[in-house]
């Protein structure tokens, strides 16, 4: 089985912009989790899809959004970029919400200029 | 609040040298325990899940144990290739995927 898909795998914008970031799960499941991850606040949990329903939400700012489609492949988007925002943005599937193993992704690094 | 702690931060070890990671938590209501591997610029790789007080899992050089209060992942006569990041996970609450995460264990593995 293919594993978990992430692009782009590294883009540089400015402060000010926006971006969407994309995430392909693990054929069959239909869990995608969203994780930031900073040198300094390690890895942290921005949000939960499943089945196109936001499931959970972390304490990201609402500037942090996303949405899931009905073939499970997910988005993230941020808008307003700030300097702090950059960070290894990493998805992670699972075959559902229960609990299960969550596999992730190579992850997205982000340079906000 | 939910709080997982790893130490040490960081392991320095001859190839060969036996040692372990240690993860301790506090949390309401444990769902499930995590450890992951994490090389430089990569996803964290899955190693095991525990459950419950007990339960014990091994892979090759590794062998995850688990308390009401911690885990351990031992690494029994490492090589270089098993330096990487170890991160602990842990999942609570009634329902849904949040991972809380540990800040994680760098080691080292010198031949």
């Known amino acids: 089985k293919a594993g978990v898909t992430q692009t782009p795998r590294y883009l540089i914008k400015t402060r000010g912009q926006q971006v969407t970031l994309s995430c392909s799960p693990i054929s069959g499941h239909r869990s995608v989790s969203w994780y930031q991850q900073t040198p300094g606040q390690g890895l942290q949990f921005l949000f939960e899809?499943?089945?196109?329903?936001?499931?959970n939400k972390g304490n990201f700012p609402g500037r942090f959004s996303g949405r899931q489609f009905s073939n499970s492949r997910s988005e993230m988007n941020v808008s307003t970029l700030e300097l702090g925002d950059s960070a290894l943005y990493l998805c992670?599937?699972?075959?559902?919400?229960?609990?299960?193993?969550?596999?992730f992704g190579p992850g997205t690094r982000l340079l906000v200029l | 609040e939910d709080q997982v702690t790893q130490s040490p931060e960081a392991l320095r070890l001859q190839e060969g040298e036996s040692s372990s990671l240690n993860c301790s938590y506090t949390v309401s209501g444990l769902r499930g325990l995590f450890w992951y591997r994490q090389d430089p610029g990569k996803g964290p790789e899955f190693l095991f899940t525990l459950y419950s007080a007990g339960e014990e899992k091994e892979k090759e050089r590794l062998k995850a144990t688990l308390t009401k209060k911690e885990s351990f992942l031992h690494i029994t006569a490492p090589k270089p290739e098993d330096s990487a990041t170890y991160l602990c996970?842990?999942?609570?609450?009634?329902?849904?995927?949040?991972?809380?995460f540990g800040g994680g264990t760098r080691v080292l593995v010198k031949p």
């Open positions: 996970a842990v999942l609570v609450g009634a329902a849904g995927n949040k991972l809380t």
């Open positions: 899809y499943f089945s196109e329903t936001q499931r």
């Open positions: 992670a599937s699972s075959a559902a919400s229960g609990g299960g193993t969550q596999y």
